[in-house]
């Protein structure tokens, strides 16, 4: 074993040690929401958790449409697929008013969007939702697949609990990672080539053993001096990306005992996490917080049952007379002895209190489905209406405090996941030449662009900044029947603008600056021209009067002859 392998070997042992905490919450979601989720969490870590699937641990399945509601609404709400969700935009608002820099930015935006609507981008987020609402963590590849601009460009895949450990920079962002994956023999001489495995990999192969599973590890990690590594191998890229074999001790192997190194400009894993605290390497979700309801209802939902059964199906005292008495409907006993209408009773009489049994599973149903947010969820799905008779401002400040309620989530979840992506995005399409086939207007070379985000939770969020704006209207305009002038202090364009910004109004919906100050200057040239008219006409009206009037008194004519009347 070479000795870079060795420090990898030894990292990894390390990292997996940081993440056993969080191995005990993963089972018990992977046991109670979601079984097809969560790998090598048993201890038997050559077996594939997909082929242990257990569902029978979960009595109630509130829970998992809870999960199922949250990730729906998550996927729906931020990334859907039918609606665009994201724009490349001028970082002023004022460039995008230049007209080369508005078409480039549409001609960026329609190209992308064919390109993710044409990968497994869709496929793949909704995975990661999963993750991030379940397990707490969710890392997610995009790498290069090379298939031009308006194919496949980018191959996204997901990863699930217990597969991966990660690591932070000194920026607490995840810089490193590790993949755990169990290879057949088959598997692994066709990948990396027969003289790069291990001998034990060639024997079982040789043998006919293609099945024999083997662990092998890839590693995603600066490409620094931490490790005695020969940077070169990875063409002196930024971060190297390197399998090895796990526990490989063959001292036959020559070289450095890697299976596979490659490099990477940029790290090419994007990993969201719901929530940190400090310095937290893993996430904690939903699910976590819910876990200690989630287990009470397994429990009272099991005696709820025992108790029915007991009502219904009670255990009997049967009178010796009757051999295997038979209690099916209709089913007909014979009684040896002498006959007694107590032959067959219940053993004992039960009163179990089921009415408020029920109301307790549905109190605690409740609250999980409120720690997954379904209300926000169910409700932005119906339109934003009550399940109650509620007037509309009720309604639009219940949907108000539950965006604030998931607005930090949302906050991290763009930082972490969603502009990280689009923008590792737009740097393969860089690479792929889409710059050179459109080339960035000057005005953007210098003052740069960046990625806005129009999805409907996305909305929701900047439509809270609407109501400081409508009060502060509603202040103006009720002050100003006292005091006219202070209506003088506010930039009512500007306001409106925000206002409609704030809404969800972008594009070409509102007229720019210039257009809006041409009409309202032109209508006001057009109101001078016609009271200047009518003035006119007035006062020719009134010459007119007063000159007929002269004409029938001698005094008026002598007043208007000696200038006393004009």
Known sequence: MSKALEQMQEKYDYLLSKRKAYDSNYSDVKKYITPDRGRYLSGDSKSDASSNLDYSQITNSRQCMASTIFVSGLQSGTTPKTTPWFEYVAPDIE?????RV???????????RKQTFASNFYDTSYNVYWELGNMGTAPMSLVDNNSGIYGSLVNCRSYTAGEYVLDLNSNLQVDTFYFIQFMTARQMVEHFGIDKVSSTVKDAYKDNNHSDTFKVIQAIE????????????TGNRAFRSVYFEADNNDSNNKGDGFLRVRGFEEFPIICPRYR??????????PAFMAMPDIKM???LELEFLKALKKVISPPLSVNQGIHKPN???GAI?????????DAIKPLFQINPDLQNMFHKIKEVEEKIKEIFHNDLFLRMSSGGAATKRMTVPEVQLLNDERIRIISPTLDKFHYEFLKPAMRRWLIINERNGLFERFPIPPELLEAGFTVDFTSSLMQA????ESVPIERGASFFTNLAAVAPEVVKLVNWEETAREYAHSIGFRGKVLKSHEEFTSEVQAEAEQVAAVNQAAALREGAETAKVMNEAAQDNPMLENAYTNGVLM
């Open 102 to 112: 508005a078409q480039w930015c549409k001609e960026i935006n329609t190209i992308t």
């Open 333 to 341: 006993n014979y009684n040896t002895g002498v006959y007694n209408e």
């Open 222 to 233: 600066p490409n620094d001096e931490r490790i005695d590594f020969n940077r070169s191998l």
């Open 461 to 464: 969020q900047k439509a809270l």
């Open 95 to 99: 460039l995008m008013k230049i007209p």
């Open 297 to 299: 209802l397994q429990s």
């Open 327 to 329: 209690i099916a409907p």
């Open 276 to 285: 940190t605290t400090s310095d937290d390497i893993y996430g904690t979700s």
